[in-house]
């Protein structure tokens, strides 16, 4: 418990000071002065949750009758305790055409084994690392066009099948692609100046 308590402390402190250096850099306008690697062409956020019992996040990889099913140790234990998740944007063209463009991606880790109404852990045993990644432009300050595509790598033991809880690997959490318009209102974003 306390080495888990320890583990936890450290990575909210690491997610705070790293959330800090980062803020700095919103306020400041994206710089054109270079063509390529411009002043603050990443840009981006890290975070660390984690869940108290009985509200572990649900991936929809377990059935919900586990516990009932396989009892406290079950194979299919995929609820989370712990989520680190954060956005990365990269903005590599400073000037010209491709200014307007940008990469980004969005991962999300899950980790934990609890099996809800029969197991809680603190364990960070990993399951699943998703990600959402790709490519968009600026049409205007406010108005993004974005192509984005989503995927789940399910680690450790499940990426097999875990027997009669198993849900399968196609739930929510499965592969997709989106086109998108995204629109910022309220002042959100006014550290793109230079749009």
């Known amino acids: ?26 306020v400041q306008e ?14 981006g956020y890290f975070d660390f949750a984690v869940a108290p019992p009985h509200n572990e996040p649900d991936l929809n990889r377990c059935s919900s009758a586990t516990g009932s099913i396989a009892g406290a140790n079950a194979a299919c234990a995929a609820f989370a305790r712990y989520v680190g998740s954060g956005f990365i ?22 980790m934990g084994r609890n099996v809800p109404q029969f197991q809680y852990t603190n364990s960070m045993t990993a399951i699943a690392l998703e990600r959402t990644e790709g490519i968009g432009i600026n049409v205007r300050r406010d108005l993004e066009l974005r192509v984005t595509n989503h995927r789940v790598d ?4 499940y990426a097999q099948n875990l027997g009669v809880t198993d849900l399968g690997k196609s739930g929510p959490l499965s592969t997709y692609t989106t086109f998108s318009a995204r629109w910022y209102f309220g002042g ?8």
Request: net charge positive; with cysteine.
């Open 30 to 43: 994206i710089s054109t002065d270079r063509r390529i690697f411009p002043k603050n062409w990443v840009s």
């Open 154 to 157: 399910w680690l450790g033991h």
């Open 188 to 195: 959100y974003r006014r550290r793109d100046q230079a749009y």
């Open 89 to 110: 944007e990269f903005r590599p063209v400073g000037r010209g055409i491709l200014h307007r463009a940008f990469i980004f991606v969005e991962p999300n880790a899950y």
């Open 1 to 26: 418990m306390r080495g888990t308590l320890a583990v936890t402390v450290v990575a909210l402190t690491l997610t705070c000071v790293a959330s800090l250096r980062a803020a700095d850099g919103l």
